[in-house]
């Protein structure tokens, strides 16, 4: 078992969502990460884990979101995993890497889970099954879109580009998540 995929169990095991939907999945994944030594490598056909972000803006009004180029909708930041250690820093790679900001603030306990189908990079349908997080950017960022995105901006949270339940969902979890950690 590698490391990541250590980290991946012992970060679910740990994690207590409040609804019994998110209990159920993520059960569901930890049950899925015990079947699959492979389950964090996007080689693993039946699906796999990645990992994503909310990134929130410092007074936490604002989303950043991605215009994705394959899924053709506005979604938080996030991928697969690679060489990380865990999923909290995959998912703060990723922010980083397609928002452009520095000093991104990642709650290491995860905001949410949710499960999509999609045609991943190796061109055969799989799942994603995917660990949400919250970051919040330093005041004044300003997001540099990357070649992974057609479009990047900040959305006022009560007001999103989308009517994608699981975007609006992931937004909810984050701003509960917010209101529990410590500044």
């Known amino acids: 078992m590698s490391g990541l995929h250590a980290d991946a169990v012992s970060t679910l095991d740990s994690w207590r969502p409040e609804s019994h939907p998110q209990d159920s999945l993520r059960q569901a994944y930890l049950a899925f990460l015990a079947a699959r030594p492979d389950a964090m490598r996007r080689s693993c056909v039946p699906g796999h884990l990645t990992a994503s972000a909310a990134v929130l803006s410092a007074d936490h009004s604002n989303i950043l979101l991605t215009l994705h180029p394959r899924v053709g909708r506005w979604l ?10 865990t999923l909290a820093a995959a998912a703060l790679r990723e922010a980083t890497e397609e928002s452009g900001i520095a000093g991104l603030r990642l709650d290491p306990i ?7 189908a999609i045609k991943c990079s190796l061109g055969v349908p799989t799942r994603h099954l995917d660990v949400q997080f919250v970051a919040v950017a330093p005041e004044g960022a300003e997001p540099v879109r990357s070649d992974e995105s057609l479009d990047l901006r900040w959305w006022p949270v009560g007001a999103l580009p989308t009517d994608d339940s699981s975007v609006q969902a992931l937004v909810e979890a984050a701003l509960h998540r917010l209101a529990l950690a410590p500044r």
Do not use: K, R, W
Not at 110 to 116: C, E, F, I
């Open 110 to 116: 995860p905001a949410a889970v949710d499960t999509h």
């Open 76 to 85: 938080q930041l996030g991928g697969h995993c690679e060489d990380d250690s």
